[in-house]
């Protein structure tokens, strides 16, 4: 069955064959011709996600889904959150996005933090949601090359090693979109 997946991430793509690639094939929208950013103006993760699923579903008809990701850090009520791709500038720059968090956060001792997923399907234009969270801490100077985006200062609860540092099989089996695309595939084999 194909299943199209609104990325452009290959991180991300990865992450998502490595968990319901075996069952299902995902695409991507450009491998669909669809080339355009779609927006991700909306005011929460869910909201969000759900727009671009709901938005490639329109185009091709073809099961969807979406995800929305954001990290949420106690000590600044939640920010970036859904915010975090653009948290230093539009120009979506993780080390400048890190830096910014870093200077935020300078003298804080709270460091808790977590990632939250929200993953959107639809089918048949229902939509269904799946959630994912991980908790850690943010640490002050980033380490490893692992990943993408904020994972060089995110360090997992009970772990010593930031995501950056683990590899990606390790990430998938801790991660919040891991946990959220678990659930989605679930949800699928559910429907076979
Ligand atoms: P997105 O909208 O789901 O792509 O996520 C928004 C932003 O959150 C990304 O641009 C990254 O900066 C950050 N982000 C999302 N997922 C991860 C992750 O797994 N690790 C680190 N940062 C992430």
């Given at each position: 069955m194909d299943i199209i997946f609104a990325t452009s991430n290959l991180h991300k793509l990865n992450e998502a064959k490595a968990i319901i690639g075996d069952l299902f094939s995902l695409i991507t929208p450009r491998e669909l011709g669809i080339y355009e950013d779609i927006p991700e103006?909306?005011?929460?993760l869910q909201e969000n996600a759900i727009f671009k699923a709901r938005y490639l579903w329109e185009r091709c008809g073809k099961v969807c889904f979406a995800d929305d990701t954001g990290l949420e850090v106690d000590a600044l009520g939640?920010?970036?959150?859904?915010r975090s791709a653009r948290y230093a500038s539009d120009e979506c720059d993780s080390r400048r996005n890190m830096q910014k968090l870093i200077k935020e956060l300078n003298g804080i001792s709270n460091r808790k933090a977590r990632f939250r997923t929200i993953v959107a399907l639809v089918i048949d234009d229902k939509v269904s949601l799946f959630e994912g969270q991980l908790k850690g801490s943010i640490i002050n100077s980033p380490s490893g090359s692992?990943?993408?985006?904020?994972d060089p200062i995110f360090l997992p609860e009970?772990?010593?090693?930031t995501l950056a540092e683990l590899t990606s099989h390790e990430k998938n089996l801790i991660s919040h979109r891991g946990i959220a695309m678990r659930k989605l595939s679930d949800f699928l084999k559910s429907m076979l």
């Amino acid at each position: 069955m194909d299943i199209i997946f609104a990325t452009s991430n290959l991180h991300k793509l990865n992450e998502a064959k490595a968990i319901i690639g075996d069952l299902f094939s995902l695409i991507t929208p450009r491998e669909l011709g669809i080339y355009e950013d779609i927006p991700e103006d909306e005011d929460t993760l869910q909201e969000n996600a759900i727009f671009k699923a709901r938005y490639l579903w329109e185009r091709c008809g073809k099961v969807c889904f979406a995800d929305d990701t954001g990290l949420e850090v106690d000590a600044l009520g939640g920010a970036p959150g859904v915010r975090s791709a653009r948290y230093a500038s539009d120009e979506c720059d993780s080390r400048r996005n890190m830096q910014k968090l870093i200077k935020e956060l300078n003298g804080i001792s709270n460091r808790k933090a977590r990632f939250r997923t929200i993953v959107a399907l639809v089918i048949d234009d229902k939509v269904s949601l799946f959630e994912g969270q991980l908790k850690g801490s943010i640490i002050n100077s980033p380490s490893g090359s692992e990943g993408f985006g904020y994972d060089p200062i995110f360090l997992p609860e009970g772990y010593t090693k930031t995501l950056a540092e683990l590899t990606s099989h390790e990430k998938n089996l801790i991660s919040h979109r891991g946990i959220a695309m678990r659930k989605l595939s679930d949800f699928l084999k559910s429907m076979l």
